[in-house]
Structure formats: C-alpha cells, structure tokens
C-alpha cells in the first residue's frame, strides 16, 4: 500500500521496458567505444616513444622509479609548505575579494575614490604575470629593510592573495550584479540597511550563482603557490630542485607534478560535478 492507502500496482509498460533496455544497450555500447578509443590511443602513443631514438634517455632522466620513490619525501614535505601557505591564502582571498566586489558594485558617490582605487587594483594585478608579482614582493619588500628579515613564506602568502584577491573578486562583482534589484529594493523595503541587505540578501545569492567559477579560481591557486619557489621558499617544487642539483635527474620534477595533480584531483573533480550539477537543474527549470 502506498502513502494515502491507495495500492501502488503500477508496472512499467512494454514500450517502457523497451525503451530502458534501449538505453542500457546504448551506454554499454558507449563504454565499449570509449574502452578501445583508449586503448588504441595508448597505443599510437606506445609506438610513438617506442619508435622515438631518444626514449631510452628521457625516460632515464625523467620517469626514474627509484628516484621517483626517493625523492617522494622531501616532496612530500615541500608539499606542507605549500598547503600552509594555500590555507593562509584562502582566508585573505576571500576577505580582500569579497570586499573589493562590494566596494566596485557600490553606488554611492562617498565611495567614489574607493572604487576607482579598486578598478585600477583589479586592472593592475590581473594584468601582471603571477610571477613578476611574486618577484616584486618576494625581493622589492626585502629590499626596503623596513626591519629584520622577512619570512619568504609570509611574502609569497601575500603576493598569492594579492594576485587571486583580484580575480575572485571580478567573479563576486558578476555574482552580486546579477542579482535582481528587486531582490535589494525588496530587502531596503523591510527595512534593511545598505549592508545589511548585502550581507543577508544579496552576497548569499550571488556566492551561490558563482560557486562554479570560484572552485575553478581556487584549484588554479593551488597550482600557482608553487610559484613561491622562486623568492626562496623550500616548498614541493623547491624541494624537487634540489633533488634534481643533488643526483642531476629531473625525475624528481615530475615527483612533485605527481603530487600537485593528486592533490588538486578532488577538488578539480568537485568542481566539475557541480558544474554539471548547475546546468542539470537550471535546464530542468529548478532552483539552483
């Protein structure tokens, strides 16, 4: 008996059971296609080295098993390096983006200079290579002798949010513009403050609508802290370069480029479930 003691006899209808049968007959098919499109295409790529004169040597320099395994290690613990210095960026990413969208998105004319300052902030940073920005705090902080040293780590946390702070809040920007501004015409009716309605009505909705595009910013972050190897600090990539001076074999390189994809893999994986998710339920007429 179903819900509401109404008996629940219903059975699929030949049409149907044909029609499932169908698909099922089309996604094996699918796979099976896919299967042998992987294996031919590993294939070619086996006779491609195989047939090349200079596989022997690369794969001697490059694709070393035993140093791979050594050199794992002192990867490994690079690797920390560069997670400390993600999870410090995260948090100043998010407060510096979030507040420079909702200074650009103002339309107060006190704000007026804030917000000019924070167009030519967004124009400037998005505009530079990571690494010459890496290279201007990384060594012109330095070179100021404000005081005693500076911890190499501390500069490349502020350089990486510096850089990602302007593109995480370009995404914000598009987020909280579209909203409807009946959303924020309905809030100030309540009675809402200015903020209060950015902070209770709007950000949530457009956090919301630009999740997508913020997980992409944020597993392109983690593959550029391994840029901070370039002003000193002795992290994953670091830590393959001086592998790689020691026993002069690049295998450790590709140790550490391993370890990145296997770290950034879930979270690239996330992304695009979501992703797929959105469009799933925005082509269905949901609620996203």
Partial sequence: ??????EDDWTPSPIELERR??????????????????VVFAGVIAVILASSTGWVKVREAFFDPQVFIHSLPAVGKGLLQN?????FSVVGVAFLGTLIAVIR??????????????AVYVDIVRGMPAILLLY????????????GRIDPVLLGTIAITICYSAYVAEV????????????RAGARALGLSHMQTMRIVILPQAIRNVIPALMNDFVSMQKDVGLVSIIGVVDAVRAAQIEVARIWNFTPYVAAGVVFILFALPFVRLADWYTKKVRTREQRGGTV
């Fill in 172 to 183: 914000l920007r598009s987020g909280i513009n579209s909203i409807h501004p009946s959303q």
């Fill in 136 to 147: 201007l705090i990384g060594l012109g902080i330095p070179g100021l002798r404000l005081g």
């Fill in 21 to 38: 049968a169908f698909a099922r007959r089309a996604s094996v098919k699918s796979i099976l296609i896919a299967a042998a499109s992987v």
């Fill in 105 to 118: 998105t103002s339309r107060s004319p006190v704000l007026f200079p804030l917000r000019f300052l924070a």
């Fill in 83 to 87: 997670l400390k210095i993600l999870a």
């Fill in 1 to 6: 008996m179903s819900e509401g003691g109404i």
